[in-house]
């Protein structure tokens, strides 16, 4: 569910998490007699992006074609048009600074700026040890994606294979068998991360930030201390609402599992239906309130309908349309992979492109017919008008207000797949009363709700790596005190500083910020209230759906159109009318489960 290409941007993309390792930097030109002029940093920037653009659009063609046809040739190719156009964004990037101090037209000004931050890992100019960084980085990556769990001498596991054993599995021994399994694959890349902070940090310096994590924090319009606090203020206003949710689960799971799951104290990370314990909408059947059935299961209704792949995009498709969005392109049918093949690998993670950085949208998904690939291809598809609605700044803009924006849009709309949504539909015949909400309000603070503080935590605990706050002696104690003062879980077994859990989560091993889904989650109910209210709903949050609102698609349409070419306050303020990101809309959203989850958790232990 990621956006796709090699945007030197907000760093969306999630296939070359390690890139902006660049080329060694090139020698200094012998020093400028005068100092450069506001005309020659235009000039300067317009040049840099029209060149990147071109690289940006090679680097997509070749990602599509390896990422559809999965080969050593396709792989090495997508490989070279990546480098080219990373190493030109580095040297751009320190060639950007140049201009630093000088007084600029305002677009100029911000196209630098972001060109100077378009970086997630700085390499050092020292050629060694950017090799050394390049080298690290890739065999971290390499050493997460090899990573299997080989419980006998003839059986060997991958992350799929122990994804769906911790997402169906109740037997508690076993969940716990494959979380250790799977989290000794991280050890030795231990050793590899130490000197990856090191070295990242150095090339940070460089660039004249305090270190990788405050490099990380420049990116939204803000100094990276005010930024820190924006997080803290966010979570505080949600925090409530989580608190709630793990008692009652904690409840649950302990009627289920016993003495394994403590009464008053953290929940077992092995024991909420995921890996990382980031989202725990597997373990919905085991926390099922009773008589709170929807009555409808979506999936079922487009199974028994025999809705095949590509009438399921056109849903989502049609729900854009209703709010006044131009229908995709002739090409993104031609050209977008839908289903998977059955002639070659493919990867299937759901992902969403424009080549061309106008108009030659697609996504590429292994499509299944599931309520959840139903919600996911108006999430990808959110993706692809984003962009498209942003196709006409100039290349530098053309990208999300802040990263948490992009992540935000098409979730915003699969919030209206409200159950009046498939009543308009001729899905179900009328929609179940709003006494039946909590199973579905239920299911989905399991998956939004359970993720806001691991979607926090991530890059709490990198930002306090970088910044030396936690050292190397530390490193796994350090993860799991911060996992339990954020989520409220421990590990199911005795850890150590032989261990490396964090590397055992993907973006850590392949050094990906991971605050944007934070935000995400924290935008999408907020862009679902203002356009809610934009459309005039006013029932509860949770049923208002603005499909077929054409003022809601206007205000909408208004904020994408201006990429990322000014502060992203004043994108949200063009949404929301408010200039700060506010947490108050996911406590509206979930209003009416947290009256119910309060009820619940009624002489029972809160808290951790
Ligand atoms: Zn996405």
């Not at 209230?529 to 934009?534: D, P």
């Amino acid at each position: 569910m990621r956006l796709s290409g090699v945007r030197a941007l907000c760093a969306l993309c999630c296939f070359f998490p390690a890139v902006w390792v660049g080329a060694a930097e090139v020698p200094n030109q012998t020093a400028p007699a005068r100092p450069p002029t506001a005309e020659e940093a235009t000039k300067f920037v317009d040049e840099a992006e029209q060149d990147l653009l071109k690289l940006w659009i090679d680097a997509g063609r070749a990602d599509w074609v390896k990422s559809t046809f999965i080969t050593d040739d396709t792989e090495i190719l997508a490989a070279q048009a990546n480098e080219k156009a990373i190493s030109a964004g580095v040297r751009y990037a320190k060639q950007a600074t140049r201009f630093d101090g000088l007084k600029l037209p305002a677009e100029t000004a911000r196209k630098l700026k972001l060109l100077k931050l378009s970086l997630t890992l700085a390499a050092p100019s020292d050629p060694v040890l950017a090799a050394e960084l390049t080298r690290i980085a890739a065999a971290m990556e390499g050493a997460y994606g090899k990573g299997k769990y080989c419980p006998t001498k003839d059986r060997c596991l991958d992350l799929e294979d122990i994804s769906r054993i911790m997402s169906t599995s109740r037997d508690a021994q076993e969940l716990l068998d494959v979380w250790a399994g799977w989290h000794a694959i991280a050890r030795p890349i231990r050793k590899d991360f130490v000197r990856y902070v090191e070295l990242a940090n150095k090339g940070a310096r460089e660039l004249g930030f305090a270190d990788t994590g405050a490099m990380w924090r420049s990116k939204y319009d803000m100094t990276p201390e005010e930024f820190a606090k924006e997080l803290d203020r966010l979570w505080d206003q949600v925090r409530p609402l989580y608190v709630s949710l793990h008692a009652y689960v904690r409840w649950k799971l302990r009627e289920k599992y016993g003495d394994a799951v403590p009464a008053t104290g953290p929940i077992p990370a092995h024991l909420l239906g995921n890996m990382w314990a980031q989202s725990w909408d597997n373990v919905y059947p085991l926390v099922a309130p009773k008589g709170a059935d929807p009555g409808y299961d979506l999936t079922q209704i487009l199974k028994s309908r025999g809705t095949t792949y590509v009438p399921m995009v056109r849903y989502g498709e049609s729900f854009f349309s209703s709010l006044g969005f131009e229908p995709l392109p002739k090409t993104f049918w031609d050209r977008s992979m839908l289903v998977k093949p059955r002639d070659r690998d493919v990867v299937c993670h759901a992902s969403a492109w424009n080549i061309d950085y106008v108009d030659d949208l697609r996504i590429k998904m292994c499509i299944d017919i599931t309520g959840e690939d139903f919600a996911t291809i108006h999430h990808e598809l959110g993706h692809n008008y984003y962009q498209r609605a942003y196709n006409k700044q100039p290349p530098l803009f053309r990208d999300s207000a802040n990263d948490g924006f992009h992540e935000a849009v098409g979730d915003t709309i699969a919030l209206s797949i409200t159950p009046e949504y498939l009543v308009r539909l001729g899905f179900i015949p009328s929609a179940p009363d709003t006494s039946k909400d909590i199973g579905l309000l239920l299911a989905k603070a399991l998956e939004k709700v359970a993720f806001l503080p691991f979607g926090l935590m991530i890059d709490q605990y990198r930002w306090k790596v970088f910044s030396g706050e936690i050292t190397p002696a530390d490193y796994n104690r350090a993860w799991w005190a911060l996992r339990l003062k954020y989520q409220g879980v421990a590990p199911g077994l005795a850890r150590s500083e032989e261990d490396f859990d964090p590397a055992a989560k993907y973006h850590v091993a392949a050094n990906v910020p991971y605050t944007r889904y934070f935000l995400a989650h924290i935008l999408q109910f907020q862009f679902h209230r203002a356009l809610s209210n934009t459309a005039g709903c006013t029932g509860p949050l949770n049923r208002c759906s603005i499909y077929g609102n054409k003022e809601a698609g206007r205000r909408l349409n208004d904020m994408l159109a201006m990429g990322c070419s000014k502060p992203w306050p004043d994108a949200l303020e063009v949404l929301t009318g408010q200039r700060q990101m506010d947490a108050t809309a996911i406590r509206d959203y979930f209003a009416p489960l947290q009256k119910w989850l309060d009820e619940q958790n009624k002489g029972k232990p809160v808290g951790w």
